[in-house]
């Protein structure tokens, strides 16, 4: 069509009479996807570690036997290629020329004659095996090692300066050794060194380390400079692609969550943790868990949410507890967490390695549409958690969170499927096929995860809600403009905090992001009294990224979400196309009920949404983007 119809009342203009829209320069269309696609992480990575299985007591054996049980095996073949050396590898910074030293004593194919030291004969022998090789720093002066376990193995030597050998004043030097030089195509950027190592440290004060910062302080945003932080690893990203020009690295940016780096990590790394250190207990992996649950709109292919590694094989997930294990492998599959093994392989029986290498459930997670699964129900008891696969089918998973068995129903609304027919449900882990119709009630034992593939007839038969696609939606600008932590996440105790302070207190900034199905805090979406099961809620001063792939239109209701606070000032909702204003709606204020907005989208690469408010104001209101969705038909 030439021009759209103009809409009864005014509400949509033909686009071609539209005029030109002041917006705010981020409000502004950009024609351009914006999150990372830098590096090699257009699937989750998937390999090993040797932190959770070795901690700073790692040496080139240890490596090696991992990464000969990876190929032995047959997880290689399965998709496990990063083996990563995690802390513990350095001796010291040399002084006169600024180069990292590798500790020969336990990385003996290091040593050089020159004395320079070298990883190469090391990712050189990983390369042979089929495997890709990893490595670890800190963005600050010193390493988590050094600021948290400074009395165990393999500590870097010498004076202070020779002690410093994190990235901070050394980037691009460190960057093009590690890459360049050395041959790895994987790293992980800690940041103790900007945390942990202030002025008020006692190993500042004892003359141990010289202080910096702190720059991040995890338990208050508002001592914590964002804006450095950022530019710090920024730093690092723009170093990366000057190092690897056939851009085969992937950049693993590991802030814990701190900082706000839940929003903008997915603009520079190719994963980006999201929460603390897991531990081998249950509720630290729910703890972990949540951080990214409710974030699927902030991952996407290039970019990963990460929860943090695996810790099958320990804890609560060793093979006393396979039924956890099971739980937390099938979980961090759905939410399309990196997939990187943190146990001793050489320990490991055939129970664990059964779940290590379920195909099934790899698939899941290196589905290549990328939807990190979303919650299709939500509660401290039990979560359905579903996702769109590329096939055209749905994962599902139903967690019992308890420690006691519960009784769970699966619907088609969850699934977005239709009632009226049948829906086949094929188990991932036994492998039995089953059938229902509207739902079905499932008996969980504690702390059980059921997976299956879901078939059946989708409530939308001509396209996808854009809530069934967050791989292809990418909020560019959320409508934050004070970070707040997100009260949402199960507050399980870190073990090594124990009952010290005051408690395990919200700490990861977030709260008010681009949500699915919902609205940014987490309510149901309504305008004007009437609700909607299905769509994107974000705040007002807010643009969506849209991959459009082969759609032909793109529909939607839009207005002010009946949770809105301040209520006051009109949101005006607009859809771009590379670029090119598409349609519009009038201005819209809180109570008015929902409008049409529509656009044909043949042709065009992104789509755009704008949800323009009144500039400047510090908690915008929430809007909707109501039944949102792409036609292919």
């Known amino acids: 069509m030439a021009s759209w119809r103009r809409w009864t009342g005014g509400l949509l203009l033909a686009a071609a009479a539209l005029p030109a829209v002041a917006a705010g320069q981020a409000l502004a ?110 963005i600050g002066r010193n390493s988590c090692g050094q600021a948290y376990t400074a009395n165990g193995p393999n500590q870097p030597e010498g004076s202070m300066a020779e002690r410093e050998i994190g990235l901070y004043d050394h980037v691009d030097g460190d960057i093009r050794a590690y890459f360049a030089e050395w041959g790895f195509d994987y790293i992980k ?86 929460s603390e250190d897991i531990t081998a207990s249950w509720t630290r992996m729910l703890h972990n868990l949540d951080s990214t649950s409710r974030r699927a709109l902030y991952g996407h292919p290039g970019s990963w949410n990460d ?32 997939l ?71 619907t088609a609304d969850h699934l977005k499927l239709r009632a009226d027919a049948d829906i086949s449900l094929d188990d991932l882990w036994t492998g039995t096929r089953t059938s229902f119709r509207d739902e079905r009630k499932f008996t969980l034992a504690a702390h059980q995860a059921l997976v299956f593939r879901a078939r ?9 809600y854009l809530s069934e696609l967050p791989g292809r939606v990418n909020p560019a600008v959320d409508g934050i403009t004070v970070p707040e932590n997100e009260p949402m996440i199960h507050r399980g105790i870190l073990h090594w905090n124990s009952t010290r302070g005051g408690g395990e207190r919200p700490r990861y900034a977030g709260w008010g992001g681009a949500q699915v199905d919902a609205t940014p805090y987490g309510e149901t979406l309504g305008i004007a009294g009437k609700r909607y099961a299905t769509g994107l809620g974000v705040l007002a001063n807010s643009r969506l ?15 002010v979400d009946d949770t809105a606070r301040d209520r006051s000032h009109p949101v005006r909702f607009l859809v771009y196309g590379d670029g090119r204003l598409l349609a ?44 949102a969705a792409l036609v292919t038909q």
């Not at 990224?545 to 207005?559: I, M, P, Q, Y």
Request: glycine share 10%; net charge neutral; with cysteine.
């Open 29 to 138: 269309p950009t024609g351009r996807w914006s999150a990372n696609t830098a590096g090699r992480a257009s699937l989750p990575p998937m390999g090993w570690n040797s932190w959770n299985a070795f901690y700073t007591d790692v040496d080139e054996e240890k490596v090696l036997a991992s990464a000969k049980s990876i190929v032995d095996s047959g997880l290689a073949a399965k998709g496990y290629r990063y083996v990563n050396i995690d802390d513990g590898w350095w001796l010291q910074r040399r002084q006169r020329d600024g180069r990292v030293l590798i500790r020969t004593a336990t990385f003996p194919s290091a040593r050089t004659a020159d004395g320079a030291t070298s990883f190469r004969p090391l990712t050189d022998r990983l390369h042979a095996m089929g495997l890709k090789a990893g490595i670890y720093t800190d």
């Open 189 to 274: 950027v800690d940041g103790c060194g900007i945390r942990a190592l202030g002025p008020d440290s006692k190993m500042v004060q004892g003359g141990r380390y010289r202080a910096l910062g702190p720059i991040v302080d995890v338990d208050s945003l508002g001592r914590t400079d964002i804006a450095a932080v950022r530019g710090l690893y920024q730093q690092v990203a723009d170093a990366l692609k000057r190092h690897n020009p056939d851009g085969d690295y992937i950049f693993s940016v590991c802030l814990w969550g701190s900082a706000d780096v839940r929003s903008w990590g997915r603009f520079i790394g190719g994963t980006s943790r999201t």
């Open 307 to 338: 929860p943090d590694m695996l810790f099958i094989g320990t804890g609560d997930f060793d093979k006393d507890h396979l039924t956890e294990a099971r739980a937390h492998f099938s979980l961090w599959a759905m939410v399309n967490a990196p």
């Open 340 to 410: 990187l093994i943190g146990y001793d392989l050489r320990k490991a029986g055939p129970e664990l390695m059964a779940i290590l290498g379920n195909e099934r459930i790899i698939a899941l997670n290196q589905d290549p549409a990328g939807n990190q699964a979303t919650l299709a129900f939500d509660s401290e008891d039990v979560q359905i958690y579903v996702k769109a696969l590329a096939d055209g089918t749905k994962a599902v998973a139903i967690l019992n969170r308890r420690d006691k068995p519960f009784d769970a129903t699966l």
């Open 456 to 464: 059946g007839g989708r409530q939308l038969p001509n396209g996808l």
């Open 545 to 559: 990224e849209v991959r459009a792939g082969d759609a032909k239109r793109f529909t939607a209701s839009v207005g």
């Open 584 to 627: 519009r709606s009038k201005p819209m204020r809180f109570g008015e009920a929902a409008v049409p907005i529509a656009a044909d989208v043949a042709g065009v690469k992104l789509v755009e949404l704008v949800a323009e408010g009144k500039t400047g104001e510090r908690f915008p209101d929430p809007v909707v983007w109501a039944d």
